[in-house]
């Protein structure tokens, strides 16, 4: 599903027009990726939660290359769903 499809959902089930629904589902993935880069989890009942996650350095390889190389440590965003969202499966 993309997000056009997930407007047209969200305008159709609440009579909302597909403009103001847009900025709604815009302005929700901007909020979830500038708190989760700053550090701050985002919990939402019902759903899951939103959080990012530390991976610690490693030594990968570059195959065409044949050597090694150090992947530094770093951050990556994670989702990790409710119980309820996850039963559903």
């Known amino acids: 599903m993309t997000k ?3 407007v047209a959902e969200i305008s159709k089930m609440t009579g909302v027009e597909r403009e103001k629904s847009l900025k709604v589902v815009e302005a929700m993935m901007v909020i979830i990726k500038d708190k989760t880069a700053g550090g701050e989890d985002i919990f939402l009942r019902g759903f899951g939660t939103f959080t990012t996650k530390e991976r610690a ?6 195959i065409k290359e044949n ?7 770093h951050k990556i965003p994670f989702f990790k769903p ?3 969202y996850k039963d559903m499966f």
């Open 57 to 62: 350095a490693k030594v990968g390889r570059l």
């Open 4 to 6: 056009a499809e997930i």
């Open 67 to 73: 050597k090694s190389v150090v992947v530094p440590a």
């Open 82 to 84: 409710c119980e309820d």
